[in-house]
Antibody, heavy 119, light 107 residues
């Protein structure tokens, strides 16, 4: 059973950089899956941030205006998200998920981590 | 970006009811349409992928269908544990956009 766990700072100052890591257990990050980040502002809907393959290939959401960096560390079986120049609008629960390449659907999700942007 | 128009935004229903939620894509997405269920304080859970494929472990009262760019999630005989928010997502193109969500409430 694959499990994903988000970790990182829950409080980031405005104009700072949000950094999160998603640890994967019960399976290898080098399997034929993509790995994704999705966020949800409090009380609102889901927003797709981006995804990465173990080779390092990425896709990300242009709405985030190139502030996003997604990377993978195969030796630690984890992948990471960095979001630069954050504002209060980036306050959200951030989820990581495993994506099935065959249909690009997320079948396993982490529990989510709340990140608040505030001084 | 591909826009996903999901309706209704909320629905007041009763246990045992049949429920239909619709998503309309702004352009062709083949069958790259997924449905997720989210309960308060929990991560989304995959219900249906590729428009009509039931994810392993999901009860058979959930089903999905497609007609062109219109997609439907149907729940037959609603159970107490089904009161949640449901999201569609297109995975045909990046960014992989979600619908606005449909909240099922107890009547």
């Amino acid at each position: 059973q694959v499990q994903l766990q988000e970790s990182g700072s829950g409080l980031v100052k405005p104009s700072g950089t949000l950094s999160l890591t998603c640890g994967v257990s019960g399976g290898s990050i080098s399997n034929d899956n993509w790995w994704s980040w999705v966020r949800q502002p409090p009380g609102k809907g889901l927003e797709w941030i981006g995804e990465i393959y173990h080779s390092g290939s990425t896709n990300d959401n242009p709405s985030l205006k190139s502030r996003v960096t997604i990377s993978v560390d195969k030796s630690k079986n984890q992948f990471s998200l960095r979001l630069a120049s954050v504002t209060a609008a980036d306050t959200a629960i951030y989820y990581c998920a495993r994506v099935q390449y065959s249909g690009w659907y997320a079948d396993y999700w982490g529990q989510g981590i709340l990140v608040t942007v505030s001084s | 970006d591909i826009q996903m128009a999901q309706s209704p935004s909320s629905l007041s229903t009763s246990v045992g009811d049949r429920v239909t939620i619709t998503c309309r894509a702004s352009q062709y997405i083949s069958s790259y349409l997924n449905w997720y269920q989210q309960k308060p304080g929990k991560a989304p859970k995959l219900l249906i992928y590729a428009a009509s494929n039931l994810q392993s472990g999901v009860p058979s009262r959930f089903s999905g269908s497609a007609s062109g760019t219109d997609f439907t999630l149907t729940i037959t005989s609603l159970q107490p544990e089904d009161f949640a928010t449901y999201y569609c997502q297109q995975s045909y193109r990046t960014p992989r956009t979600f619908g606005q969500g449909t909240k099922l409430e107890i009547k």
